[in-house]
């Protein structure tokens, strides 16, 4: 609900548990008055004016703007033609909307009237900006979002030079600043701090956000656990180069992201407009478990559009050919592959890279997307026609952002990719990056794409992205609109995958950027689930899979049943903990399922239709982190809402006899059946109070990486 008072400047957006307060003060200034628990004093309490010669540095500014006496660092930075770079915005108009706002040509969460509503707010400076801040509700996940349009309202040109998503004073100093980083492989391990005097950042110059910092952060009271405690936590909607920072002041601490302005100018003509991505916001006061679901709630219920939105919707067991054969492969390769996995209940073949002409390694090809008829004489369609007659579905790799110097489409057009001129273009991984910022460069890829998707039915599309932006200059743009370039990228990824989901409402849509780069809110607006980590190795995963967890729900990260050794780390682990990791994702296989006996495939037949048979309650359940990976081992339990049922998890040391208490059992009797494999299960029953207040008993397993699977269903009678 949005409390937007008579006089016009007094605003209150309340979700369920929270509230978001904002007045205008006497001189037309919006500040920020409160986000934490939901409160319905409508009073308004403006702070203090505690120094009137140093106001605006203490005060508590809801879009701070930079040159009159914030003196914080700033992220807004407009400079007018006569070099100003200063702005004085004061407050005009607000507006209360039913519905939340959608922005054009970018990802947003959306809702409509009843279960969304949206307050606009208009801001002025009378050089000849405004600034338009969107704040949309969705009460029920207790998500409030953010974006701002920036408009010339001058009679000269406008550069924008940094412009945040969001910002946000809150009134403390004493916060711990969490971020998700890592390195390929190591994809977003959580990194706890205490917030120290001045600013604390983390962010991308990539072009994607890339592994080493996520567009995800959160501020915490120090005291806060898993349940306890306060948070703000805060997602972009963004996959290009951002920055999320933290500065703690004598003001308490401003919490600010939005796009890095390294490389960002956008020059606004007069009357043009720039609409910023969207931040998401989640205050908690249940701690981290209690801000995650909300996020995970919001993520599964208001940004996953398209068919697999709807979770009790049966996703496909898959296996990937990538860990089973990499580049080497012939058709008959692939059937035998496609074989075993059919004996071992999977639903999807998908082929991943090194299918189209001369793709022998990662040196050549990217950019020619049809297929190479030395390993698929009867092409991508002859292929798919023996895969469907083996009664699997298809699906595809492709990295449509990329180019290999060695490629046709680059000798064709070798200046479609993004270069310096008169400087030498960087490869990585032997690749250059397509110019997704010019139209005639994705309309090219388009005809490409669409005449690979029509050519057969293509059930699934894994649409990778293996290299960050370097060499950033597009022929098609003047000098001065080079600061545009990462920004249009992006807008241009966007523009393609919903061209592509438009014309393909059926196309199970899999995101991906060398393993988990570009896992972030913009991508799952277009696609349901995203690669997590090219590591598959269980023990790894744990970490992995619980970072990621902070904000996005288990149904979106992609998860893959492996061999051992593990091809990342070397390490061994028991199938139950890989299957632990694997069903706590998409599910799916990833190795080389020929290698397998009848009777193991039989057994891994019974983890598939395990999946197929909870696969509803792992994608729209609650997710409970019981203990958080230590290196050793980690639990965690997926339960329904109503507590009828749930699954637990648990890998590594904790399995040492300890009894886990299950914060989600209700009062009655559980059945519960333990996997020992797939075919091998004990059951017992257990009491609903105990296991809440004693736990569950865990057994004591003593190999090298143990895994245990529970699944508990609420007996009718109880
Ligand atoms: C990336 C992906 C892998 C695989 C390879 C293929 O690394 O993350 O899953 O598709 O590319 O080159």
Known sequence: MIVCEPSGHFFALHTAHTTYQMAVDEQGHLLHLYYGPRTDASAVVLPP??????????????????????????????????????????????????????????????????????????????????????????????????????????????????????????????LDFLTLDGDWAYERTPHRTPLRPGVQSVGSVCGIPNHFHNPAALLCTPDATETSGECWGMALVYSGNFRIQAEQSNAGVRFAAGIEPYHFAWILAPGESFTTPEAALVYSNSGLGGMSRCFHTAIREHLI???????????????????????????????????????????LFVLDDGWFKGRNDDTTSLGDWAADTAKLPGGVDGLCRKINDLGLDFGIWVEPEAISPDSELFRAHSDWALQIPGRATLPIRHQYTLDFSRDDVREGIWQQLTALLDSCPIRYLKWDMNRSLANVYSAALPAARQGEVYHRYVLGVYDLQQRLIDRYPDLLLENCAGGGARFDCGMLYYSPQIWTSDNTDALSRLTIQYGTSLFYPPCTMGAHYSAVPNHVTGHVSDPQARMAAALSG?????????????????????????????????????????????????????????????????????????????????????????????????????????????????????????????????????
């Open 49 to 174: 004016h505690k120094d009137p010669g140093c106001w605006p540095n203490l005060l508590p500014q809801e879009w701070p703007a930079p040159g009159l006496g914030d003196h914080r660092a700033p992220f807004f930075e407009p400079e007018f033609a006569d070099g100003t770079i200063a702005a004085d915005l004061c407050f005009e108009s607000a507006e209360v909307r039913p519905g939340k706002y959608s922005l054009p040509g970018l990802p947003a969460f959306w809702a409509q009237d009843p279960q969304g509503e949206t307050l606009s707010i208009t801001l002025t400076d009378a050089a000849g900006l405004t600034v338009q801040l969107l704040y949309g509700v969705i009460a029920d996940c207790d998500l409030i979002t953010r974006a701002a349009v920036i408009q010339n309202t001058g009679s000269a040109p406008l550069t924008l030079r940094g412009v945040p998503s969001f910002s946000l004073d809150l009134p403390r100093k004493d």
């Open 305 to 347: 559009r398209g068919k697999y939105r709807d979770m009790s919707l049966k996703r496909p067991v898959l296996i990937n050919s990538w860990e089973a054969c990499y580049f080497t492969f012939d058709e008959e390769k692939l059937l035998a592959l496609a074989r075993a996995a059919k004996q071992s209940g999977v639903d």
């Open 586 to 718: 998409t599910f799916g296989y990833e190795l080389d399922l020929t290698a397998y006996s009848q009777d193991q495939r039989a057994e891994l037949r019974e983890w598939s239709a395990f999946y197929q048979e909870h696969g509803a309650l792992i994608r729209s359940g609650t997710l409970y982190r019981l203990c958080p990976p230590d290196g050793f081992g980690s639990a965690w339990a997926i339960a329904a809402p109503d507590s009828s049922q749930a699954i637990v998890f648990a890998v590594g040391a904790v399995l040492d006899g300890r009894s886990l208490p299950l914060p989600f059992a209700a009062q009655g009797c559980y059945e519960a059946e333990i996997r020992q494999t797939g075919a091998e299960t004990s059951r017992c029953v257990q009491d609903g109070e105990a296991l809440r207040a004693h736990g569950l008993p865990l057994p004591n397993l003593h190999s090298t990486l143990p895994g245990y699977i529970c699944y508990l269903k609420r007996s009718s009678h109880s």
